[in-house]
């Protein structure tokens, strides 16, 4: 993602004929090369009349739009347009083309060859995970919604556009299909790198999609604009505190692995060891749980001072067996979710081979979140000393 911005909007307005309040007022907004920015706010505050604006669907009533420096503003809107791909909730195929002719809609009006035409839509196919041999000439009405969808996002892909504009696209899907979709599709822009303004109502939807996220009130007035991380850790005012609702907190310990984590060490035996050696170590460590690990180092059951009392250095039946492990890759959010199923509190962090490499305990998440709201506030600010 480039620091560059693809899309500028300076002080871009909209007011309805015979209405005194505009629909959005003076929006200055810079979308970054390559970024997914989410518009999301409440019902009504302007989130899918500003995505028009940028397209020229509608006209803005005062301000200017450029995209790659350029004020579209002045431009014909069907060129425009054609240069952008746009997918809407209600996905909008044509239901009397088949999928590929469905695709090919913006390739023919740019006059490709008939050749060019095929090899993209089975290309796009291939990328939205449908085969071309089975859905090229299918019609809308044979698809799934969610096929629909894909098929949606494949057309608006059709011409190789570098910006995408996404009103609310998973919207009318049901929840396993949306995940799924969301998940490909962001794996599709891992690979194609567009410049992407994506509007939704859902703030958990802003926050998985989103590399930055602007909450908007009422006239798309933007109240907060930052990374969801940010956010998360530090809502500017009542209002973004509102909106984003109870478990922030819980919600931003997905953005950090647990590599980033100091594990300091935690008291273990190995499973050739007595239990006596247990309670050494346990009486040592201040702690109230202790782990038996194999030769290899791989955890296998959590012991306390009554299971290793009573044990007889099996270490088959007493304690607890240590059911999951996660590795370095996977997040806060990952690991809190193992330990509140988990008897001992805590979890295991593994390397690739199985061997221990720490335990994470609720005092490594508290101190996560405590870093990441005092890194956001001065953030902020920064922000406020340099204004």
Known sequence: MSSEAKIRLDRVEKKYHGTSVPA????????????????VGPSGCGKS?????????????????????????????DKLRRRIGYVI?????????????NI??????????KARIAARADELLHLAGLDPEIYRDRYPKELSGGQAQRVGVARALGADPEIMLMDEPFGAIDPITRERLQNEFLRLQAELKKTIVFVTHDIDEAIKMGDRIAILGERSVIRQLDTPERILAFPVDQFVDDFIGA?????????????????????????DQSPQAGLEALNESNKTWLLVVDEQNRPMRWMREGDLQQSTGSYQ??????????NAEDTLFDSLEQMLQSESGS????????????????????????????????????????A
């Open 347 to 386: 979890c295991c962090v593994v390397d690739r081979h199985g061997a221990l490499t720490g335990v994470v305990e609720m005092a490594h998440l508290r101190r996560a979140i405590r870093r990441a709201q005092v890194e956001a506030r001065r953030h902020y600010e920064d922000l406020e000393d340099n």
């Open 247 to 271: 478990g922030s907190t819980i919600k931003g310990l997905n953005f950090e692995q647990l590599s980033g984590l100091r594990l300091g060490g935690y008291p273990t035996i190995r499973s």
């Open 317 to 326: 039946d007493e304690g607890s067996e240590v059911r999951i492990r996660l």
């Open 49 to 77: 009349t500003t995505l028009r604006l940028i397209n020229r669907m509608i006209e803005p009533t005062g301000g200017k739009i450029y995209l790659d420096d350029e004020d579209v503003t002045t431009v014909d809107p």
């Open 104 to 113: 090919a809609t913006v390739p023919r009006m740019l006059k490709w060859d």
């Open 89 to 101: 909730q209600q996905i909008g195929l044509f239901p009397h083309q088949t999928i590929a002719q």
């Open 24 to 39: 959005v007022e003076e929006l200055s907004l810079d979308v970054h090369e390559g970024e997914i920015l989410v518009l």
